[in-house]
């Protein structure tokens, strides 16, 4: 089940061009492909007369042709053209859904389009500030259910065993947990003083010696996680610390897009607060985040199929609080708006 008045990531940008593709949301085949305008389009991909995917159609004059017997959709959807007596039969039309590019991702609504606000996209403070660097990657294909890369994201604990030879310090095997609840959705965060910098972060930080060091681990609902690391000089961090000049900073935006029951599509990009045009620096970022993502994946996929294969109960661990909070609050969300009505789908 999925909480469908929400924006979810369709593609990045630059993925959209003017040959349909198929993309899958939510369980749905959406076509999506821009407009003579430059406007990204995603309707619904099956022709209302053979159900052909239109994604194998082609864009005439700034409308969608379906491959089969040219039918041809406007961007809203409605059917222009059809071919016989030239009759447009009344029910010859596909859904549209809406879109809106932001952050150089194209984010699609699956719910009420009376209710897609682009407003309610997630803020992103520093993404145009030139004094931020980027980092980014191509998408990640997951085989498993969405709720497992969010419970992966909201432990810390993780880390110590699945990125031991890049996000991981001794430190994180036993550190306690603070979790705390947001309108928004589930943080999951803590202070490590006075240890090692992890790996990867030790090729970064312009200090020497050990560090206090800050897993801030959030997911909002449905499925966008902020992950913020912080790197300061032993005795400047922690909840009351002044943070020297030198704390390096990474917020990590993660953006789950469930594609079925059992598939996620993972977005993802960091934001750092030094060496803004180090073109080398992000590239290594980026490879190095990669190596660690390819790490989950594997994980998460087998653990996909461990659940799905069971053959006796799983059990939770006290650092499940945060995960099993956010799943029991998603349900309600699900619940209430299955119950009001309110996903209905146009």
Not at 114 to 135: E, H, M, Q, R, S
Not at 180 to 209: C, N, Q, S
Not at 252 to 257: E, G, K, R
Request: hydrophobic share 40%.
């Amino acid at each position: 089940m999925f909480l469908r008045n929400a924006w979810y990531v369709a593609a990045w940008s630059s993925e959209i061009g003017r040959t349909p593709r198929q993309i899958r949301v939510l369980g749905e085949k959406v076509c999506v492909f821009r407009s003579d305008g430059d406007r990204v389009v995603a309707l619904e991909d099956a022709c209302p007369h053979r159900k052909l995917p239109l994604s194998r159609g082609r864009i005439r004059d700034g409308n969608l042709e379906c491959g089969y017997h040219g039918l041809t959709f406007d961007c809203s959807g409605q059917c222009v053209w059809a071919p016989g007596s030239g009759r447009i039969p009344p029910d010859a039309n596909v859904r549209p859904y809406p879109v809106h590019e932001k952050y150089g991702l194209a984010w699609i609504w699956m719910g009420d389009p009376a209710l897609a606000d682009p407003a309610k996209i997630i803020a992103i403070p520093n993404f145009d500030d030139p004094a931020w660097g980027i980092n980014r990657g191509p998408a990640l294909e997951l085989a498993c259910n969405y709720l497992f890369v969010c419970d992966n994201l909201l432990d810390p604990t993780h880390v110590a065993w699945v990125h031991a030879t890049s996000f991981a310090q001794d430190a994180a095997r036993d550190a306690p947990l603070q979790v705390t609840g947001t309108k928004d959705g589930i943080i999951v965060h803590r202070w490590m003083l006075d240890v090692e910098p992890a790996p990867f972060y030790r090729k970064i930080v312009a200090f020497e010696g050990n560090c206090d060091r800050l897993q801030h681990y959030e997911v909002r609902y449905p499925s966008l996680a902020f992950i913020r690391a912080v790197f300061t000089p032993a005795g400047t961090g922690g909840p009351e610390g002044p943070l020297a000049d030198s704390t390096f900073i990474m917020d990590s935006y993660n953006f789950m897009t469930p594609t079925t029951e059992t598939e996620t599509r993972y977005y993802w990009f960091q934001l750092r607060n030094i060496r803004p045009g180090d073109e080398d620096l992000s590239e290594m970022m980026s490879e190095d985040v990669r190596e660690a993502f390819e790490e989950d994946r594997a994980v998460l996929n087998e653990v996909q199929i461990g659940m799905d294969t069971a053959t006796s109960p799983h059990i939770n661990l006290p650092i499940d609080a945060g995960p099993l909070r956010f799943r029991r609050q998603l349900e309600a969300m699900i619940a209430e708006e299955a119950a009001t009505g309110a996903g209905t789908r146009a």
